[in-house]
């Protein structure tokens, strides 16, 4: 069995297990009339290595500016959630069971210039909240507000100096303003708890040991909060490829790494062995950062990323570890060649949905625009002419990724297009799905619903060379996988 293989066993195995994991419902509501019609999708990071989002819940904002929706959260995990609005990223910390009055933001359009741009990032602000029991979100807005002014200001003192007793005495300040809050949830004092770890390690970082000891040992393991990760990663960045820096099993370490079958557990053990590292939930959260750093530096092969994260996955790991040892190899998988083109449903020009599974034995070209890029009005005008081209079996597919939808279909239904123009507004997370950073982009699928070539030319480029050599490759791997007679390609797709 190959590893592609196994991989998507686990997958199935593992999200199995994890669909069964108790769930609690938050109720988000409110008016916001400046979004009548939107619908709003709301985000939360899968974890916080991979910092890959998905979709928890959608604000569906009716004619009045009315909304009312109830998310499913993991009971006993706080989530932080976000959701994009034009110019803004608005956040909020939710609590399962708990119940949210909201106030959005006004309305503000990304500015034209940055509209098209992939590299833009949205203002981060807070969700402003007309009621909240736990003042959970009040208190992080409080504290972290305090504590990115005063780190601010004293981070070169503390870094290049090695201010010491600066570092301390803000620490204390960090207690100091963490109890005038007067919240008493847990994932706040968590939060609290790593944001001084950050900042008693910034003077102390050739030695990990010390803040490792002082406050992640015998401490529990906060997946869901990000100063754990960040301190982690300021202390210990590239962990893997740089293991003999942290630990004093310098020998092992060589030994584990100069072999392409390394076990996630072997080099657990290894680590166990330092005194630094006697709680599973931080070895392991080190070795999956060591991972994926190594990974994407490319100083760890895929060989060997895949059996660490193969080995995390079916070994005695802790649930967290697992899910985010999967997390990572799906992102690593994801839209790689033959691999499962994510699955939509979205709605052509008459308001009918149509879904990936519906061009089922037909080749689809997939591309992305929005009606007010040049660009994109550039490539949409050429397409025509390659649907008369390959006639039938061969399915152009064009997703309106336009703010109104109403506009975009009056603009479309009017227009006599031999191609599919879709609209993305019950679907807006198919951009994050197929990872589209710029506007036109392209994929090919294949007649099993497989990605052909994820970042495929534009209809104006060398798409029909493509095409070809696509469309032979495949031709070829079915023969040779049925052994059957030979037949023409269409025939192959139906």
């Known amino acids: 069995m190959t590893i592609a293989r196994s991989i998507i066993l686990y997958f199935a195995f593992c999200l199995a297990i994890f669909s069964r994991a108790e769930v609690r419902d938050a109720r988000i509501h409110g008016r916001a009339l400046q979004y ?11 974890d916080y290595i991979t910092q890959e989002k998905e979709v928890i819940g959608m604000l569906d904002v009716d004619d009045n500016g009315l909304f009312d929706t109830k998310v499913q959260l993991p009971a006993g995990d706080v989530t932080y959630a976000f959701m994009d609005l034009g110019k803004y990223r608005a956040y909020i910390y939710l609590e399962p069971g708990e119940e949210y009055r909201i106030v959005l933001p006004p309305f503000k359009r990304k500015p034209d210039s940055e509209r098209f741009n992939p590299y833009y990032r949205q203002e981060l602000i807070e969700v402003g909240i007309d009621q909240e029991r736990t003042k959970l979100n009040s208190a992080i807005y409080r504290f972290e507000g305090w504590w990115q002014k005063i780190y601010g200001e004293n981070i070169v003192k503390i870094v290049r100096k090695s201010d010491k007793k600066l570092a301390d005495r803000l620490i204390a300040q960090c207690d100091s303003v963490a109890k005038s ?4 949830v847990d ?18 970082m050739g030695d990990v040991r010390r803040t490792l000891n002082k406050y992640y040992s015998g401490h529990r393991i906060a997946y869901n909060v990000a100063p754990y990760w960040q301190t982690l990663q300021m202390m210990c960045p590239n962990f893997i490829s740089s293991m003999t820096i942290y630990t004093s099993e310098k020998e092992l370490v060589h030994k584990f790494l100069k072999e392409d079958a390394i076990s996630f557990q072997s080099l657990s053990n290894v680590l166990k062995r330092d005194s630094a590292y006697m709680m599973q939930g931080l070895r392991e959260s080190l070795l999956l950062m060591g991972v994926y750093d190594g990974y994407y530096s490319q100083e760890l092969s895929e060989v060997v990323v895949d059996s660490m994260l193969m080995s995390a996955i079916k070994g005695e790991t802790t649930a967290g570890t697992k899910r985010v040892a999967m997390n990572i190899l799906e992102k690593k998988n994801h839209l790689r060649k033959d691999t499962p083109a994510p699955d939509f449903t979205l709605l052509d020009m008459k308001g009918r949905e149509v879904s990936l599974k519906d061009f089922s034995g037909k080749w689809v070209y997939l591309g992305f625009f929005h009606s ?10 050429t397409l025509d002419a390659m649907v008369a081209k390959y006639k039938k079996d061969f399915f152009i597919v064009g997703v309106l990724t336009d703010e109104n939808s109403d506009r975009v279909t009056k603009r479309f239904a009017e227009k006599k297009q031999q191609w599919l123009p879709l609209s993305s507004v019950i679907q807006q997370s198919i951009l994050l799905d197929y990872r589209i950073a710029a506007l036109p982009s392209y994929v090919l699928i294949d007649p099993e619903g497989r990605i052909s070539v994820a970042e495929a030319p534009g209809p104006t480029e060398r798409i029909e060379q493509v095409i070809a050599t696509e469309m032979q490759r495949y031709k070829s791997n079915y023969y040779r996988k049925n052994k059957q007679k030979e037949k023409s390609i269409y025939e192959i797709a139906k």
């Open 181 to 184: 809050t007067r919240c008493a």
């Open 187 to 204: 994932f706040f004092k968590d939060y609290v708890y790593y944001r001084k770890a950050q900042i008693y390690t910034s003077p102390r």
């Open 36 to 46: 009548s019609g939107y619908h709003i999708e709301l985000f939360a990071y899968k």
């Open 372 to 381: 007010e890029s040049y660009a994109s009005v550039k490539d949409m005008a």
